[in-house]
């Protein structure tokens, strides 16, 4: 996390991010649909592996409540 | 205490120490902000009591900014309840006010009005007029933490739903001061069309007032649609306080955690 | 109105450029069908696709379409905008296209090299990428790079061997320095040592570098100063001197901090009494003054360092430890030399050798656990010798304690002065380890020398050269030019509520008292966005990143 190119942008972003989850998941919303990771331009398999991982996570919970509601709403 | 407060208000006019007061005041029937400039004319002066105490409350803070912009050298007065000078704190914070050209006149809030607001501290720091009474514990937001997740969902859905967009949570806010609102920025929220976009446009209202927000549910009572934002508001500020260890306008030299560079602060 | 400015108003005219790169991306997705899908994008008028779109040939090709085809906005479908973002965007300034019309997609590192194996896959998220950034093109705007003038001036704070070299190495090449050193001698710690490990006496080393850099009519010396103010930015910092003779004040284009470390002492430790237990520092004078009288040296490695309260390794201790158990030895062969240590950190193979030498010579070396460390008590030391699983007690007459180099005291105060961060010890922070070491994040603002981590003098000295060309290849500019991706306030609509200003890292901007708003300095802004993510209206906004552009570049995915 230290390392970040502009000093402490991530920090302050993990920050809102925390508070942001757990509105979410106040307003009923899983809060696993949000995740943020800091991954170098340099670790490329760190990446993929984030990437798989948050996939794995998202698949069981199907799409967002809201799409298919709105959508449902608009028919 | 009505009594108390014309006083007080009195003589700060009286011996110069504030360009105007700015309270509430009683005509024709009605509750209205006003600016008291003379110390003989504070006969319609009122603490905003209707049937109930504290029933009609206005944002006075935000008359005084708007007052203020104006006249930025002048010293003004001002009635605060307990969240009146929490958000006095905040605004002082966001640079809206300077804590040297403000004078408070504090009324602690009866009990009954602690207890509909769930209110965690309803007596200003600097009290004038009224008894300090004890702080409420919150219950409002535990009670839908312990709902289960899809029963929260449709709960906040079918209130989110109701809005009308009138931006009047937005307007009486005593914490919103911008010039340009995201509420209204068509990338995010699109303009003059229903149902709003659920849920960004409150979450984006939520994220905004995270530290900010002081309690004063002036929105609730606003929301022509009876959407509970305060419980939403409240929301935010029990996870800025259990995450940051920040309650926003506790402190009047408060700096809020999300505006601090590094990582949050040790608990 | 300016060319520029029209640009704003026409039609989005879009080229697009899909490389290969040889098979690095073509190898793994269908770049012939990325770029037929591209044809069908909005706005895009041209699409080519290349072998190399880096090659000479590929960069010609760019050139041609922007005039032959008119393009106003180019977008490049490559590899990573690290290395080669300067490139393309240049190539479209010298064609006459504003560079910051040039937008850039990574189709190598974020794709072909991620989805290896699944060619469908990886062409399919590749037109999407594309489509993103064709999005964002559309809305990008043209901006006028920053200029400001340069003072060819340098400010090297630290008289030590680091700062010596640096000033030595930009008098060299013609600039004026300023050589500003706290005590009253040049030299630092280095004053202190006696011979050194690659051969010679520090001393001798010291007055050859001194006296040709106070000969030099361009370095002037400061000594028994210190600077008192920093401000202003890269080019123009503008600082304030306490002299001997009075108050300074000056302008200068680069700062070098130079300012160094100390040893340890290592009060309370291992029974530490400055007579009987002793730091190498000490030990080095001893010699120095040649009154050596014990008869067994043992020496305890990492005394102080690599605990709870000092989790560093300060890296040159073991070396200098050795360095004078050799030097003991060589001169009192009788003399019985043991090292007790937890782990050598002898880098590099001159140091290796060392350590060789060292056994070679007959100095015992031992190793301790730190859970269990040796303990000194009325000229015995006791050690658990995990070999041989005994307790060993040690007669000896000397105990020598290798301390860690430590932050100065005053360092938190320099790093305030001049807004630069340390690190968790307490050392200068550089701005990245391995591409940027010898840069502080602010720009113009530079370090060398033991003042950033522990270094052997030959390390402080080639760091303090090694300065000296980073300042060069600002101060021999013309001038100043900086990337116009920086942060503006819309004076409009900026409340001035001052969250921006706290959360700028660069402190670039400042509160306006008269009209009420924040503004930010363009030489200081890195363009980090922090101000923009953090403005509750919007006013604070980073070109080349405004809310719509990033919107329509997401709304595109
Ligand atoms: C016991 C011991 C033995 C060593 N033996 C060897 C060896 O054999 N070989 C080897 O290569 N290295 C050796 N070293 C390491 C060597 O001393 C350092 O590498 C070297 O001193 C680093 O130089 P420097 O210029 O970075 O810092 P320093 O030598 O510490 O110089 C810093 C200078 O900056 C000045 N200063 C500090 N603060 C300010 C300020 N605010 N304003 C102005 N001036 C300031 C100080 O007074 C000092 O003169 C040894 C170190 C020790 C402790
Ligand atoms: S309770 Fe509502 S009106 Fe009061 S500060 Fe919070 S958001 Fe604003
Ligand atoms: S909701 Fe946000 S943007 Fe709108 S006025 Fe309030 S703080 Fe400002
Ligand atoms: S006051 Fe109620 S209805 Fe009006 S915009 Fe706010 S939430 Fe919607
Ligand atoms: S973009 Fe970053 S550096 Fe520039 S003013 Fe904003 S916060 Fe400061
Ligand atoms: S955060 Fe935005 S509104 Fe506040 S001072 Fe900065 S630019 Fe102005």
């Known amino acids: 996390m230290s390392e970040c190119n502009y000093l402490y942008g991530n920090y302050c972003a993990e920050k809102r991010v925390t508070v942001l989850s757990q509105m979410l998941d106040f307003c009923g919303i899983e809060k696993d649909r949000l995740r943020a990771r800091w991954v170098s331009s340099a670790e490329a398999p760190e990446f993929v592996e984030e990437i798989n991982e948050f996939i794995d996570v998202l698949k069981p919970l199907g799409p967002s409540p809201l799409k298919k509601q709105t959508s449902k709403d608009v028919a | 205490m009505i009594d108390i407060v014309r006083q007080k208000i009195s003589k700060l006019l009286s011996d110069g120490s504030v360009k105007g007061v700015v309270a509430l005041a009683m005509a024709n029937g009605h509750v209205a902000p006003c600016l008291f400039q003379k110390e003989d004319d504070l006969e319609p002066l009122c603490l905003g009591d209707t049937k109930k105490p504290g029933d009609a409350r206005y944002p006075l803070n935000k008359v005084l900014i708007t007052i203020a912009r104006q006249y930025p050298e002048d010293v003004f007065g001002v009635l605060v309840r307990g969240c009146d000078e929490r958000g006095l704190y905040v605004l002082y914070r966001l640079n809206q006010l300077e804590p040297d050209k403000v004078m408070t006149i504090g009324i602690a809030c009866p009990q009954e009005l602690a207890k509909a607001c769930e209110c965690k501290k309803p007596y200003p720091d600097e009290l004038v007029a009224g008894e300090k009474t004890e702080g409420i514990t919150q219950q409002g937001v535990q009670d839908m933490e312990d709902m289960d997740l899809s029963k929260r969902f449709s709960f906040w859905k079918n209130q989110f739903s109701k809005c009308v967009k009138c931006y009047g949570c937005r307007d009486i806010c005593p914490m919103c001061f911008c010039r340009e609102c995201s509420l209204e920025c068509e990338d995010i929220i699109s303009k003059g069309e229903l149902p709003v976009d659920i849920p960004v446009f409150h979450l984006t209202r939520a994220m905004h007032m995270t530290d900010r927000c002081i309690d004063c549910g002036l929105c609730d009572e606003t929301c022509p649609s009876g959407i509970p934002l305060r419980l939403l508001y409240k929301k935010t500020s029990k996870i800025m306080n259990a995450e940051f260890g920040f309650t926003s306008g506790i402190n009047k030299n408060e700096q809020s955690p999300l505006n601090l560079m590094g990582p949050a602060p040790e608990k | ?557």
């Open chain 3, 1 to 557: 109105m300016n060319m520029n400015d029209l640009i704003l108003y026409e039609e989005p005219r879009i080229g697009v450029f899909v490389c290969d790169c040889g098979s690095n991306i073509a190898g793994h997705l269908d770049c012939a069908d990325v770029a037929e899908y591209a044809k069908t994008l909005p706005n895009v008028v041209y699409v080519k696709e290349n072998l190399y779109t880096c090659s000479e040939a590929g960069i010609v090709e760019i050139k041609k379409a922007i005039k032959g085809q008119n393009l106003n906005r180019v977008v490049v479908a490559s590899c990573s905008p690290r290395t080669h973002q300067p490139l393309f965007s240049s190539s479209c300034a010298e064609a006459g296209l504003n560079p910051y019309l040039f937008e850039m997609v990574n189709i190598r590192d974020q794709c072909s090299w991620v989805h290896m194996g699944k060619r469908d896959d990886a062409t399919q998220k590749a037109k999407e990428l594309i489509r993103m950034g064709v999005a964002k093109s559309a809305g990008l705007e043209p901006q006028e790079e920053i200029e400001s003038s340069l003072v060819r001036k340098v400010l090297v704070m630290g008289g030590g061997i680091a700062g010596l070299s640096a000033a030595q190495a930009l008098a060299d090449m013609g600039l004026d320095i300023m050589l500003v050193e706290k005590t009253s001698n040049f030299g630092g710690l280095l004053q202190q040592v006696h011979q050194l490990d690659t051969g010679g006496s520090a001393r001798a080393l010291l007055s050859k570098i001194i006296d040709d850099v106070q000969s030099r009519s361009n370095i002037t010396c400061y000594t028994k100063a210190i600077v008192k103010e920093t401000g202003g930015y890269i080019g123009n910092f503008e600082i304030k001197i306490d002299t001997q003779n009075g108050l300074i004040k000056d302008k200068v284009g680069c700062i070098v901090v130079a300012t160094g470390a100390v040893p340890l002492i290592p009060k309370g430790l291992f029974g530490y009494d400055g007579e009987t237990v002793i730091s190498l520092m000490e030990l080095e004078q001893k010699l120095k003054k040649d009154d050596l009288t014990a008869r067994r040296i043992v020496f305890i490695q990492c005394a102080g360092a690599r605990t709870k309260e000092r989790e560093y390794c300060s890296r040159i201790c073991c070396m200098i430890g050795v360095k004078n158990a050799m030097i003991v030895k060589e001169k009192y062969p009788l003399i019985d030399v043991r090292i007790l240590y937890r782990d050598m950190q002898m880098y590099g193979t001159h140091k290796e050798q060392m350590l060789w030498d060292a056994r070679g010579k007959g100095i015992q070396f031992d190793v301790y656990n730190p859970d269990n460390p040796p303990e000194v008590k009325e000229g015995k030391v006791s050690f658990f010798q995990s070999i041989t699983g005994k307790i060993i007690d040690l007669d000896t007459d000397l105990v020598v304690l290798s301390t860690p180099l430590v932050p100065r005291s005053d360092a938190p105060a320099v790093a305030n002065m001049m807004r630069v961060p340390t690190d968790q010890n307490g050392f200068f922070l550089e701005a990245h380890a391995k591409l940027r070491p010898l840069d502080f994040a602010a720009d113009g603002i530079f370090v060398c020398g033991s003042g950033r981590y522990p270094a052997t003098s030959t390390e402080a000295r080639t760091q303090g050269l090694g300065v000296a060309s980073r300042v060069a290849a600002i101060l021999f500019k013309d001038k100043l030019v900086k990337s116009a991706i920086v942060a503006k306030i819309n004076p409009e609509s900026c409340v001035g509520c001052k969250a921006c200003l706290t959360m700028c890292p660069y402190e670039a901007i400042t509160y306006n008292r008269d009209k009420r708003i924040c503004e930010i300095n363009e030489i200081l802004c890195k363009g980090c966005g922090n101000c923009a993510a953090t403005c509750p209206s919007h006013s604070a906004q980073l070109c080349g990143y405004k809310p719509e552009q990033l919107l329509a570049q997401i709304g595109a995915a």
